[in-house]
Every structure is written in C-alpha cells, then in structure tokens.
C-alpha cells in the first residue's frame, strides 16, 4: 500500500490550493481516505475524509465552508480542494487510509505535503 501527496506549496491568505493523493497497492473502493494536518510545533489534526464508494466527505468545524474533498476513482486519486486559505492553515498535510470496515483506524499514512499560507 503506497500513498503519495503534492500539491502543497506557498500561498497568500485567501488563495487556494489543490492537494492530491495518489492511491496504490489496494483495493481503491469501500475505503474511508483521511486528510490530517500537523502543524509547526503542534499535533495532529483531522482535516477531512471520503468514502471512495460513492464520494461522501466530512470535514472538521475548522475547514468546513472553506475545503472540498473527492475522489477519483478510475485514476485512485483523492483531492483535497482548499479555498480561502488561512495562515492557522499552515501544515505539513498527510494522506491516510483507513483499515476497510474501520473509519477511524488510520493504517496506512503517506509521506505528506507542506502547506504554507503567508504574505
């Protein structure tokens, strides 16, 4: 099993960026896909997840309004779409699969992308 992110980068408050997760080694269907973020100097914090079956996403209070989640099924990509960025948005962010039937065992981690909001 091999997750790989990109599109991290820097960007200005209130501009957007487009994370990707690229998805191998397993079964892509009926798999919950979580994105986490860590910040500079804290700990980990649950950004969002989608079930690859049929594309519904939840997010965290910070994020919602602001972030959308998909997936791509046919090419095992998950999208993080992240709009009116804000510096607390600032973070080395992971793709995760989760243990299939087990939303919240977080098995499977990537390497991760940096997101840095700043002017």
Not at 23 to 41: C, D, E, I, K, L
Not at 81 to 99: G, H, I, P, R
């Amino acid at each position: 099993v091999h997750l790989v992110e990109s599109g991290g980068g820097l960007v200005q408050p209130g501009g957007s960026l487009r994370l990707s997760c690229a998805a191998s080694g397993f079964t892509f269907s009926y798999n919950y896909m979580h994105w986490v973020r860590q910040a500079p100097g804290k700990g980990l914090e649950w950004v969002s997840d989608i079930y690859t079956a049929d594309g519904r996403a939840k997010f965290a209070d910070s994020v919602k309004g602001r972030f959308t989640a998909s997936r791509d099924d046919t090419e095992n990509m998950v999208y993080l779409q992240m709009n009116s960025l804000k510096t607390e948005d600032t973070a080395l962010y992971y793709c995760v699969k989760a243990l299939v039937g087990y939303r919240w065992y977080l098995e499977v981690w990537g390497q991760g992308t940096l997101v840095t909001v700043s002017s």
